[in-house]
């Protein structure tokens, strides 16, 4: 990038030679930041509106401390940005990047000469030093980091403590012919089934996709989303993630930045209505040619027999193929109806650092939960099970859903 330290001097720079600033408010580098992730191999979750956003909205509630690092050079020129916070799980002081599970791919803003300078040793030297900066950490907890991004090595996931996460992310080619997409991914079947659903829902008058065109629409189609999903959650025994403190505030906040007028796409809301209702939801963020699904709800009524899920993600794609995105990603997991789509896996690591002996003991325990669950996650009978047990401990718990017979 224009006014960077020249090559031989960059070649010859240690990591104790960076600047380190760190920043409770991602606001103080906004100009900085919006020209970095204009470069960098990112991702919508490292965008200064999405991490702006859920600063002021979720890390007060969630009594997180937000710990935003900027490296720059001598010269002061911006190369990296860490958006960091840090949170206490019991005795231990665990740094993250911020977003939580919210955010199902999570990085560095890295400008391509530095990443390219960050070797391995580097790397833990750079972070050694952001232990030390940020102060009062036991240890890094980097999770869901791709090991490379746009074709470009993540160099926070390259460290020597890295380890296969417990889940990498599907994702998909675009061109802009849908046909051509379309036949790649088994086309003949889904347009047998996309025919199957017009003929069955032409006594209703069909369905339409909806994308928010307004801000009071989207911020409509958010709130249906969240009855939806919660129902959702009651009935397989899950912790509402949305309920947590500052979720749907972080969430409602992005609606309101993507109507601002900035020309943000860090959220946008695509709707199946049949028969004058919504039956299904798509919330993602766009980034460099790249869909990223935040979350997606569907209906639990009469329509949930002609799978609205999917008839949406049909339109979604097809529409995100004549807006002329590369690629397209639904999040973590291995649900159904990602597999029909998602024919490439991004290898996603989690690098676990400890910075004290208290994190020394916290990354063992971190290490051993991961070993169990990809086991569990490797077993397709062992982790339907696990499924089962956890939906009947809740109506154990709790008794059965609103909506049960």
Known sequence: MDGSTPELHRQDLSASQLQLEVSASAATLETDWRRLEKCAAASVYQSFDWIDCWVARATGPQKIRPAIVSVRYADGTLVAILPLGVER????????????????????????????????????????????????????????????FHGEINPLAAVPMASQAR??????????????????????????????QANTLAPVGGSR???????????????????????????????????????ADFFRALVARRWTGTGSTVLDLDAVEIDGKVRAILGSGTHAGRLSGYFMSVANDEWRRVSPGELMLFEVISASCERGLTSLDLGRGDERYKASWLDEI?????????????????????????????????????????????RWRRRAENGPPADAD
């Not at 911020?219 to 009651?234: S, V």
């Open 89 to 148: 799980l019991g005795p231990f002081r665990i740094a993250r990047f911020l977003g939580g599970e919210h955010a199902n791919i999570r990085m560095g803003l890295l400008d391509p000469e530095f990443a390219a300078w960050l070797t391995p040793a580097r790397t833990t030297a750079l972070l050694d030093r952001v232990g030390k900066a940020i102060g009062h950490v036991d240890l890094f907890d980097l999770d869901a980091q791709p090991v490379r």
């Open 167 to 196: 889940c990498d992310v599907g994702m998909m080619r675009l061109a802009p012919d849908f046909s051509t997409v379309l036949a790649a991914h088994r086309g003949a079947k889904k347009s047998k089934k996309r025919r199957w």
């Open 209 to 247: 996709l909806i994308r928010a065109g307004a801000q009071a629409e989207a911020e409509a189609i958010l709130e249906a989303y969240f009855a939806q999903k919660a129902e959702w959650f009651r009935g397989n025994g899950i912790a509402d993630s949305f309920a947590e403190p500052g979720v």
């Open 346 to 390: 991004e290898p996603h690591v989690r690098a676990i650092i400890p910075v004290t002996l208290m994190g020394t003991l916290a990354a063992a325990l971190f290490r051993a939960s991961d070993r169990i669950e990809r086991a569990a996650r490797d077993n397709p009978k062992l982790w339907q099970a696990l499924k089962r047990l956890r």
